[in-house]
C-alpha cells in the first residue's frame, strides 16, 4: 500500500524502493512488476522498464486477467516504440486498446 501511495503523490523512487522490497520477499507478482516497469518508463530507463515486462510475459501473470490485461499491453507498445521496436509496438497499442473495458 505504501508504494502505490508513494507513486500516486509522485514520489517515484519513493515507491521504486518499496515495490522492490516487495518483491524480495514474494517475486512472483506481476502487478507489482507492472508498477514497477511503469515507474521505469516514467524515469526513461527503457530498457530496464522492458526486462520487467519480459519477466512479466515470461511469468505466471499473477495480478492480470482478461479484464485488466489491456493496462500492461498498452504500456508495453507504447515502451516498445520508444525503443525503436514500431511494428511489435504498434501491435501490442491495438490489442490493448481492443480489450480495454468500455
Known amino acids: ?4 501511495e508513494l ?5 517515484l523512487h519513493g515507491a521504486l ?3 522492490l522490497k516487495s518483491l524480495a520477499i514474494f517475486d512472483d507478482q506481476a502487478i507489482t512488476d ?5 515507474i521505469l518508463i516514467n524515469l526513461g530507463r527503457y530498457q530496464e522498464a522492458y526486462a520487467r515486462f519480459d519477466k512479466i510475459l515470461n511469468g505466471h501473470g499473477i495480478g492480470f486477467h ?3 490485461d489491456f493496462l ?3 504500456d508495453l507498445g507504447y515502451l516498445m516504440v520508444q525503443l525503436g521496436v514500431n511494428e511489435e ?4 497499442l491495438k490489442e ?5 473495458p468500455l
Do not use: P
Open 1 to 4: 500500500a505504501k508504494a502505490s
Open 7 to 11: 507513486q500516486a503523490r509522485g514520489d
Open 17 to 19: 524502493d518499496h515495490y
Open 34 to 38: 507492472y508498477c514497477i516497469a511503469r
Open 66 to 68: 482478461d479484464g485488466n
Open 72 to 74: 500492461w499491453m498498452t
Open 89 to 92: 509496438g504498434v501491435r501490442y
Open 96 to 100: 490493448g486498446l481492443q480489450r480495454m
